[in-house]
């Protein structure tokens, strides 16, 4: 067992390994204890939603030594989320837990190694980039980081205090607790129609709270959504606050527009027994900090191609700058991601006996 001290001075975090008392003029951030692998891969893989496992069937195949580390321990990652998957080529319906599983179980199939892990840094020395997770450390010539993106908050009072008690950001995971209950979901996007879809079916009423007066929800989920009975849509309207002790009992919502006599409608309160947000999602980066260019709202900054500014750093899935977030649109970034970590290697001089993709 290895000791690993992490520093931090003038902007700039790095660790070493010491058996004797660290430098004076630097700050301790934490102790790390763990293994430092000493084989070296290709390719680690960070994250096992779509683009992840994709990019772990393309290295594999691609003779790639590689491993992939995901943070919890089934693979799927947003996709866990989704009650139903109707929108992946060749499979009309499909829970999210299913194609999870599907998605590891073809990956292993090929001889992709999966390890539990989290990534907390990222370094480079010697040619190698350094994988920092809490049990060991790992060497790889390249990185893939394919680690999603998480639910966004609203940032409302009640929000927190009632999280797991009404509170929810997964309609698929949480909704069947809500059975002939009142829900609302909040949000105007594929996420928030979906839910709201999904509610409906178990739920005897379902509240759409959107801050606009028009959703920015596929067409073919908004045509679904209007045909529910039970679904009521509240435009311009915002959540100020969640309102109940031990659990959900309300929402203090305000109409923002001026109604007819052009007067502000102002705060109303809505009796619900359980609220849903799904107000968009925010990249996975915590850890990732500096190893490549971000965007204002903390995407990797990649191409279709999926390099970032750093060589031998790729960016795949929901966590690069890209149009449109999907499954399809992440399980592709992975297989260009595995191609261009391949080229890479291969531009180094440093692969041994490569098939084809
Ligand atoms: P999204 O498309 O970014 O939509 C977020 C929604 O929340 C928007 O309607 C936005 O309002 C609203 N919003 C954002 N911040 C808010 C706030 N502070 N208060 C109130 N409302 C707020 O996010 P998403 O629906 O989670 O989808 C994320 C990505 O996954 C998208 O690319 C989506 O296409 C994809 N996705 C696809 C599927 C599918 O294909 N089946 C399912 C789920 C998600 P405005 O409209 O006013 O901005």
Not at 26 to 39: A, F, N, Q
């Amino acid at each position: 067992m290895l000791v690993c001290i992490v520093y931090w001075k003038k902007d700039v975090s790095m660790y070493q390994i010491y058996d004797e008392s660290p430098v004076k003029d630097m700050s301790v951030l934490s102790v790390w204890k763990g293994e430092i692998m000493s084989k070296k891969y290709d390719l680690v893989i960070l994250g096992a939603g779509p683009a992840g496992i994709t990019a772990g069937i393309y290295g594999v195949r691609a003779g790639l030594e590689t491993v992939l580390l995901e943070k919890n321990y089934v693979s799927g990652g947003q996709v866990l989320n989704t009650y139903e998957v109707d929108n992946y080529p060749g499979i009309s319906h499909i829970s999210g837990l299913e194609l999870g599983e599907a998605f590891e179980n073809h990956a292993k199939s090929l001889g992709l190694c999966i390890e539990q892990g989290e990534a907390s840094g990222i370094h480079k020395e010697d040619g190698f980039f350094q994988i920092v997770t809490e049990e060991k450390t790992y060497l790889s010539r390249t990185v893939i980081i394919a680690a999603g993106a998480h639910p966004r908050l609203l940032g409302v009072t009640g929000e927190q205090e009632l999280a797991g008690m009404g509170v929810s950001y997964c309609a698929a995971c949480d909704g069947a607790f809500f059975k002939d209950k009142v829900t609302a979901v909040v949000g105007g996007g594929d996420a928030a129609v979906e839910d709201a879809i999904f509610l409906a079916r178990v739920c005897r009423k379902v509240y759409l709270i959107h801050r606009r007066d028009q959703l920015r929800a596929a067409r073919i989920l908004q045509d679904r959504l209007m045909e529910l009975d039970n679904v009521e849509i509240l435009w311009d309207s915002q959540v100020e606050e969640i309102l109940g002790e031990d659990h959900v009992t309300g929402v203090k919502i305000r109409h923002t527009q001026p109604d007819v006599d052009n007067k502000e409608k102002g705060s109303r309160e809505l009796s619900v027994d359980g609220i849903f947000i799904a107000i968009g999602v925010v990249p996975n980066n915590q850890g990732l900090e500096g190893i490549a260019a971000v965007d204002e709202s903390g995407y990797f900054v990649a191409g279709e191609d999926c390099r970032t500014d750093t060589p031998g750093i790729f960016a795949a899935g929901d966590i690069r700058t890209k149009p449109l977030r999907q499954i399809v649109t992440a399980a592709a970034d992975g297989a260009n991601a595995a191609a261009s970590a391949l080229q890479y290697v291969e531009v180094h001089g440093i692969v041994k006996g490569c098939k084809t993709m």
